[in-house]
T-cell receptor, first 114, second 115 residues
């Protein structure tokens, strides 16, 4: 069975500083990995995905994520945080091959402090 | 906006009521999903439809009954719910299930409170 761990319930970062939101996964075989963001009173919004190829994936709003197969991690990063980045971030994984359901993590609340 | 709408946005219902949640996607997608989101828990996948055919029923109690009349519309019929069913119910769609790389597009959700 696949699983996703987001070890931090909340991450606080000062505006302008780099941010990292952590994600580790467990899956049989190769993974597809996703990051979604949820703003208050809204549904989840797709940020970026890793399918294959370059381990550094760039996505929306200046976010990027690094796939590390040996550490089974897919941490979300941004070089300079904005107050408007404050939201709930979800990591998700699904295995390759046929129809497989997506498993989401519990979410990490990012608070960017002005 | 993501192209997925949900109504109502908020719903309060008693345990003996019957109500329905509606989802509509304007993206031309073939797959639709219902999720339950509760605080501090992972998103729980409830149902998956592909081209109006249910492909997954994730051990959901029978008091939740989905309906997919066409590939653009998805309903969740609710009856005799329990207080622990109070949550945010999210609808999502994706281009299809066969190509697993497609991301999902989510609606804003229906905040359900069972009293």
């Amino acid at each position: 069975a696949q699983s996703v761990a987001q070890p931090e319930d909340q991450v606080n970062v000062a505006e302008g500083n780099p941010l990292t939101v952590k994600c580790t996964y467990s899956v049989s075989g190769n993974p597809y990995l996703f990051w979604y963001v949820q703003y208050p009173n809204r549904g989840l919004q797709f940020l970026l995905k890793y399918i294959t190829g370059d381990n550094l994936v760039k996505g929306s709003y200046g976010f990027e994520a690094e796939f590390n197969k040996s550490q089974t991690s897919f941490h979300l990063k941004k070089p300079s945080a904005l107050v408007s980045d404050s939201a709930l971030y979800f990591c998700a994984v699904r295995p390759w091959g046929g129809y497989q359901k997506v498993t989401f993590g519990t979410g990490t609340k990012l608070q960017v402090i002005p | 906006e993501t192209g997925v709408t949900q109504t109502p946005r908020h719903l309060v219902m008693g345990m003996t009521n019957k109500k329905s949640l509606k989802c509509e996607q304007h993206l031309g997608h073939n797959a639709m999903y219902w999720y339950k989101q509760s605080a501090k828990k992972p998103l729980e996948l409830m149902f998956v439809y592909s081209l109006e055919e249910r492909v997954e029923n994730n051990s959901v109690p029978s008091r939740f009954s989905p309906e997919c009349p066409n590939s653009s519309h998805l309903f969740l019929h609710l009856h005799t719910l329990q207080p622990e069913d109070s949550a945010l119910y999210l609808c999502a769609s994706s281009q299809d299930l066969a190509q697993v790389i497609y991301e999902q597009y989510f609606g804003p959700g229906t905040r359900l409170t069972v009293t």
